[in-house]
């Protein structure tokens, strides 16, 4: 239960699309109230799911291969096949761009005197684009915050985690541990934005509008390799449990 926990924990974190909306928010003004309105959001959708499964398991793990432990996998699995599913589509549909874009410029070809290299242009429009979402969000209240988080959680990795936290029992201290990790590790990026807006206020809103077009301009890459690796895990792992 732990390892599973771990990655999922992880591969939320690590999501880019809430990141790149969180830094939104707190690089509008009021980010840092409105930052930590979206996190207490975050973490409330969190803990409700975890407390929803702990009152329906009765904090004890079903016996195996009982029906709610077959019933439990099979959700699982089904969450696997789920990412897996959906992470080849977005991969496919990224190879597709990559196709329709024309051939890439040749090595060592150097753009026409006076016009903008590419990775210049594309850094351009990024950091217009984030500065034109960043004066919308200036205009958000800390409810509005609260609700992108609900909207924004990854509900598909949510609900992988929900299957995992069956298995906890809660009589062990270990497994309240194991709880408290999975929130904490599923919260540390955007807790490690809003520290740094805290603390380098100054510093911080051209930093993570940097880091958000570097984001904006790798996120697909990142989802794709998100969801077939974890949802191959769960596969694997809930096939071996229900053959095993």
Do not use: N
């Not at 990412?83 to 496919?92: F, I, M, S, T």
Request: aromatic share 6%; with cysteine.
């Amino acid at each position: 239960m732990v390892l599973d926990l771990l990655l999922i924990a992880l591969a939320i974190t690590l999501d880019p699309l809430p990141l790149m909306a969180f830094v939104l928010v707190v690089a509008s003004t009021g980010g840092a109230r409105k930052g930590l309105v979206f996190l207490l959001s975050w973490l409330a959708c969190l803990v409700l799911v975890i407390a929803i499964v702990l009152l329906l398991t009765g904090g004890q793990p079903p016996p195996p291969r009982s029906p709610p432990s077959a019933a439990a996998l099979g959700v699982k699995l089904a969450v696997g096949v789920a990412l897996v599913v959906y992470g080849e589509h977005r991969r496919r549909r990224l190879a597709a761009l990559r196709a329709s874009g024309g051939a890439a410029p040749e090595p060592g070809a150097e753009p026409a005197p006076g016009a903008p290299s590419p990775g210049a242009a594309a850094a351009g429009a990024d950091g217009a684009s984030s500065a034109s979402l960043t004066t919308e969000m200036d205009r958000t209240t800390g409810w509005a915050a609260a609700g992108l988080a609900v909207l924004l959680q990854p509900w598909g990795l949510v609900a992988a985690g929900a299957t995992t936290v069956v298995e906890a029992d809660t009589s062990h201290l270990a497994s309240w541990f194991a709880l408290f990790g999975f929130c904490v590790l599923a919260t540390a990026s955007l807790l490690a934005v809003e520290l740094y807006v805290v603390f380098s206020p100054t510093a911080a809103r051209a930093q993570l509008l940097a880091l958000r077009a570097w984001m904006e301009r790798h996120s697909e890459q990142a989802v794709v390799a998100l969801c077939l690796l974890l949802g191959f895990w769960l596969v694997g792992k809930s096939i071996y449990q229900l053959t095993g």
